[in-house]
């Protein structure tokens, strides 16, 4: 038997870029600083995928920790450019030293390479011939930009 596994490679399914609604502030709970960010539009292209962001059906639930770490649950929902629907949910962790958190804190271009922000990602969607998508392993690298936040989304092969 070889014991040797797979190295997994990965590949890019869609960028989305993301414009952002007023934050609605929750405060202090037992496990951070809540925060909602809104997502309010934006448009995804890929290789194989592109289409729209739907305002009002997505969002990021933040914590914020002490250090100023967030802690994101990112839940959106993508309409595709033939309408087919993908409901897509992220858990993700964005870190850096507290300069730089501080400076994305006041909505600073603050560059990609500064600080670290991954996301775990799964999407759902019923339609037939997208089901590799239900079945799939995806990882994101994002960016926050003053005005919203570019995702890069991957499957992992």
């Not at 997994?8 to 709970?29: A, I, N, S």
């Not at 290789?47 to 914020?64: K, R, Y």
């Not at 991954?118 to 089901?131: H, I, Y």
């Amino acid at each position: 038997m070889n014991s040797r596994l797979p190295e997994p490679h990965l590949t890019k399914v869609y960028r989305l870029e993301v414009t952002l609604g007023p934050v609605l502030e929750v405060g202090d709970v037992a496990s951070g600083r809540r925060r909602i960010v809104p997502l309010s539009g934006g448009t995804f292209t890929g290789p194989e995928l592109s289409g729209e962001l739907l305002p009002g059906a997505s969002a990021d639930w933040q914590i914020i920790l002490p250090d100023g770490t967030a802690i994101g649950d990112i839940r959106y929902t993508l309409r595709t450019d033939r309408g087919d629907l993908l409901y897509v949910q992220s858990r993700g962790v964005r870190y850096g030293s507290a300069e730089v958190l501080e400076r994305l804190g006041r909505g600073e271009n603050v560059g990609p390479d500064e600080y670290t922000f991954r996301t775990s990602t799964q999407v759902e969607t019923a339609a037939a011939d997208l089901d590799w998508l239900n079945k799939g392993v995806f990882i994101s690298v994002a960016a926050r930009q003053p005005a919203g936040v570019v995702y890069e989304t991957y499957i992992v092969r």
